[in-house]
């Protein structure tokens, strides 16, 4: 097998900073990798789609879940290179979902087992994500997040103080959600949220994906009025078995939104991005192939 791996040096989690051989690690599994790190200067896409166009079998991701989403994003429509992952960021929600181990040694044994499945990615004008999308408070606080951070608060400290402070002045967004065969749906609110299949809402479940191949997105709208009342919402789902009623949920195979602002400010799996309304929502079913554990549940 062809393996290019792409390590992206930014990745942020304690396994990230260690110094890991990898072109020896694959070696001693008995392959020959070639090893690509993101400080050589091309951007990750640029590296993942020039190495599905060199004919490379399989494409490793290592980082984090932006990493991942990049490289994946290349290899929609090349079924016949298949993804490997490399869980080296600092929460790594995409290989969690998969059952992909965090331990380095077990996820390069996964690697080179080789055993793949087709799962789905989610779509939202032309970008890919494997996670989610978000519309409103979530966007936000990334941008604030990444300002604090860059004047030397660290990650933690920085992620804790942007949500504080997003929630004091937050302000809901007029949004028309569109659905195939629905009537238009028109809410005031402060967070629209996408996802690459639905996610747990409910205690020890919450924020994970039971699935990855289900073909539909998922999406949920808190339509309470008062931070007040959007703070009980969220806090409902961490201690309650049941959805708090302020929150719009269903699944759909495609979505339009529909907004007055000319530009907005969207978090795509961790990136911060603008987008010009309408935002065209869809997923593609079974898309990529990812190299997952023989008997993981995906």
């Known amino acids: 097998m062809k393996i290019c791996c792409i390590l992206n040096s930014k990745s942020g989690s304690s396994a990230g900073d260690q110094q890991y051989d990898f072109a020896d690690l694959f070696s001693k599994r008995g ?19 020039s190495a599905v166009q060199q004919k490379y079998d399989i494409v490793v991701a290592g980082g984090g879940d932006g990493t991942v989403s990049a490289v994946a994003a290349a290899l929609v429509g090349h079924p016949e290179v298949r993804l490997g992952i490399l869980p080296l960021g600092t929460l790594n929600h995409f290989a969690r979902d998969l059952n992909i181990p965090f331990d380095i040694s077990r996820a390069l044994d996964i690697i080179c087992a080789a055993y793949s499945e087709a799962i789905d990615i989610g779509c939202v004008n032309d970008t890919y994500f494997i996670n989610n999308t978000s519309v409103g408070l979530y966007p936000a606080i990334v941008k604030l997040r990444e300002t604090l951070q860059g004047a030397g608060y660290n990650k933690w400290w920085a992620a804790v103080l942007s949500a504080i402070r997003i929630l004091a002045r937050f302000r809901r967004l007029e949004l028309q959600i569109q659905r195939s065969g629905k009537a238009p749906l028109t809410r005031k609110t402060a967070l629209l949220f996408v996802g690459n299949n639905a996610y747990g809402t409910t205690g020890g479940n919450l924020g994970k994906r039971q699935s990855l191949k289900q073909g539909k997105l998922w999406i949920n709208v808190p339509t309470s009025s008062t931070r007040l009342g959007l703070l009980k919402s969220l806090s409902a789902l961490v201690v309650r ?50 190299i997952v554990p023989v008997h993981g549940e995906t």
């Open 31 to 49: 392959f020959a990798v070639k090893i690509v790190n993101t400080r050589e200067g091309s951007s990750i896409a640029e590296i993942a789609n």
């Open 241 to 290: 078995r049941d959805r708090p009623e302020e929150m719009l949920v269903f699944d759909a195979s495609s979505l339009k939104v529909l907004s007055n602002k000319k530009l907005l400010t969207i978090a795509s799996d961790g990136e911060v991005l603008r987008l010009k309304p309408p935002l065209n929502y869809y997923i593609l079913p079974k898309a990529i192939n990812v």
